[in-house]
């Protein structure tokens, strides 16, 4: 029913069931992943009105599992792409794995899918910057652009008194540039 993938690894579509409704990848060497895709195979669609709830389980320095929300996946939005290497130091939430006697080794982190009513997952919060920006590439350089030309135009500002009166340059009010 579900698929998870990490760059540069093989993909895994056999998740192990820890519960009727609940399901687990696991991630070996996770110290050395950015970003884990979670979809569904297209095989099974959820029943009527469920999704699944995604989490991020690691060990802390004491061996014990902390989990994180990290999003959902639905018969409607069928993946998602979690960044995961900001999440390594954060605080565990409520999850509904409880707890399992799920394996933890200080190199293995786990994915969890939770299978749950539609309108849970919307009343549930993902940890902050799991989700990858939406943003395209092209859109965030050309912002990231204009930022840099405001700032380096904003550092030749000067104040009208300082002004010397010079026919041959154009002067353009910093507004002007801020409100384009």
Known sequence: MFGCLVAGRLVQAAPQQVAE????????????????????????????????????????????AVWQLLGFVTNEKPSAIFKISGLKSGKGSQHPFGAMNLPQTPTVAQIGI?????????????????????????????????????????SFAVTQAQMTPNPSEAFIPANVVLKW
């Not at 884990?36 to 989490?55: A, D, K, Q, R």
């Not at 919060?125 to 405001?150: R, W």
């Open 114 to 154: 939770s299978v749950e009513l539609l309108e849970n997952l919307a009343q549930q919060t993902p940890v902050a910057n799991a989700a990858v920006s939406s943003v395209d590439s092209f859109t965030e350089f050309t912002q990231k652009m204009l930022d840099n030309f405001y700032n380096f135009a904003s």
């Open 21 to 64: 409704d609940k399901f687990v990848f696991d991630l070996p060497d996770y110290e050395n992943i950015n970003h884990v895709v979670v979809f569904m195979l297209g095989t099974i669609p959820f029943p009527e009105g469920m999704g699944g709830s995604v989490y991020f389980c690691y060990p802390d320095q004491s061996g014990m």
